[in-house]
């Protein structure tokens, strides 16, 4: 079984930086595919950000704004995120996939407001 969890939200201006951490227990296969998802309110969940031994994926919404890193022997993903506007508003997720199956954290909230 995996568990991860979540820790870095908050409340930043618009503009700012926040970094938002996971750190994943139980066995995570080297060709898992690590990631972020947010769902704002009334919204549908979302990917945000997935790395993976050899390929990073990012949405059109954040890229050149977010970085996604993994440190495979700390089991660790980390999602940096700047230039926060509003819309970047929502509870993150991180999530791992591997052997056919989805892990979730219980997710952060991010509020990008002034």
């Known amino acids: 079984q995996v568990q991860l969890v979540e820790a870095g939200g908050g409340l930043v201006q618009p503009g700012g930086s926040l970094r938002l951490s996971c750190a994943a227990s139980?066995?995570?296969?080297?060709?898992?595919?690590m990631g972020w998802y947010r769902q704002a309110p009334g919204k549908e969940r979302e990917l945000v950000a997935s790395?993976?031994?050899?390929?990073?994926h990012y949405a059109d919404s954040v890229k050149g704004r977010f970085t996604i890193s993994r440190d495979s022997a700390k089991n660790t993903v980390d999602l940096q995120m700047n230039s926060l506007k509003p819309e970047d508003t929502a509870v993150y997720y991180c999530?791992?996939?591997?052997?056919?199956?989805?892990?979730w954290g219980k997710g952060t909230l991010v509020t990008v407001s002034s």
């Open positions: 139980g066995t995570i296969s080297s060709i898992s595919r």
């Open positions: 790395i993976t031994i050899n390929s990073h």
């Open positions: 999530n791992v996939a591997q052997w056919g199956m989805n892990f």
